[in-house]
């Protein structure tokens, strides 16, 4: 089990005990009148009397608005099951007015994640006892020990397990509501789910536009979301056209609402386009009974030794056969031909006015994004700048491709084979998408990459735009997870 928290945001202020009010007992004024009580004696014992009075009364108000201040601090804590890990989220906040304030600095927001997700326990779900155990372990820590009955607990599962079959889904979930159960937080078996995608696109835009300060203001002003996660990619904006109601969805927040087009492309995440492509590759070698097919997505000179395929990243390492049919031919322009005509798939069975990817309708792209996950990541690798970024990645795919593999090996030392294994295929997976697919002009401003938004660096990460649906009293989202036992509605 690997232990990572990913950003700085894990330390925590050891002291997350709530505020203590600051209160310094009142003074009491006393006048001793040594002569006998006079007209203006008396008045000035009257005085002294009210301003005594009035120094209690604000005394008093003071040492309960402090007791106010110190219940009204709340805690929530979520478990995202991701593909590539399971990260616990604790988040502080605390009631003003009635309303929850949300901050997200290291006092208040603690994170940690353990590697591998869920799915890998698919053929044992037992294991996925030990981390949900861990992490629950990690939050009592950062909760003061008399409120955990009153803190909700909830585990939101995302794309890797959607790719497994329900039953093994239950399974898992079953483990970790067990362990939930018994951990002392509340909790309710139907808190632990596999979310839908487009509930995670919605979370992912709701967590940006609060960051921005877009979030309860006008829907032409706020902000859109491309995500490319390892299992799937998420596409969230507020569009003007009119869009199919299968790709609709309506949020409020304060007294606005909100209709954005959503849709999660499932197998459309880096890593499973990337092994869908090579499995594709290795088809066309079996059919032509060629041997070995080229490989425009590997630097040239990569050779899988077949005896060792722990060097592959994970999700290929048990497709080494596959692997083993192909020849690297490191070339981005080949590469990018080849995604794309990935992505166009299906495109003979749209039934809308236009389709993006595949028989998918995607509205025009309206308005300002940030693209984020490997979209960052590829970026940050890759030494982008943030703007025209779209347009550098064209010329660092094509350096990056056409290198040979040894000379990249020396160039990165520190990175693992199966890291650097990546850059090709993605940095043309990415323009494929983004240009050549969602039709984003390569020096269009208006997209750029990020892992945090806003002045305060808020991490965009969708398990705090669901805390922040979950909690904000005016808002309304009814989400389309599916419940526990709510087989019937699940649909991949
Ligand atoms: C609701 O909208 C009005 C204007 O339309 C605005 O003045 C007010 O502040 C809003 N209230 C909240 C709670 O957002
Ligand atoms: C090639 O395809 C045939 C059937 O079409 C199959 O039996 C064989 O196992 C395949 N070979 C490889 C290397 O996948
Ligand atoms: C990459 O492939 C394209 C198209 O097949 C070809 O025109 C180009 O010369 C190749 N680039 C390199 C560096 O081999």
Known sequence: MKRSN???????????????????????????????????????????FTIALGLLIGCYSILSSGKNRRVSLRYSVIIDGGSSGTRIHVFRYRIESGKPVFDFGDENYASLKLSPGFSAYADNPEGASESVTEL??????????????EIDIRLMATAGMRLLELNVQERILE??????????FRFQDEWAFVISGSDEGIYAWVVANHALGSLG?????????VELG??????????SEIVPPEFSRTISYGNVSYQLYSHSFLHLGQDSAQEKLLESLHNSANSTGEGKVPDPCTPKGYILDTNSQKDLPGFLAEKGNFIASLQASGNFSECRS??????????????YKHCSIGSIFTPNLQGRFLATENF???SKFFGLGEKDWLSEMILAGKRFCGEEWWKLKVKYPTFKDEKLLRYCFSSAYIVSMLHDSLGVALDDER???????????????WALGAFILNTAPTSDYSGKSRKILDLSKYKI
């Open 175 to 184: 483990v970790t509501r067990r362990v939930l159960r018994s951990s002392g």
């Open 217 to 225: 203001g006008d829907s032409l002003q706020t902000t859109g979301i």
């Open 136 to 149: 629950v372990e990690f939050a009592k820590t950062r909760v003061p020990k008399g409120m955990l009955k």
């Open 6 to 48: 990913g950003s700085s945001r894990l330390r925590i202020n050891s002291d997350m005990d709530p505020l203590k009010a600051q209160t310094s007992p009142g003074h009491h004024r006393s006048s001793s009148p040594s002569s006998k009580p006079t007209k203006s004696t008396i008045l000035l014992i009257i005085a002294s």
């Open 447 to 461: 997209i750029e990459f990020a892992s945090e938004a806003g002045e305060e660096d808020i991490p965009l990460d």
């Open 230 to 239: 390892g299992a799937s990619t998420q596409v969230t904006f507020v569009s």
């Open 338 to 351: 080849a995604v794309f005509a990935m992505l166009q798939e299906g495109k003979d069975k749209c039934t």
């Open 376 to 378: 960052f990541h590829t």
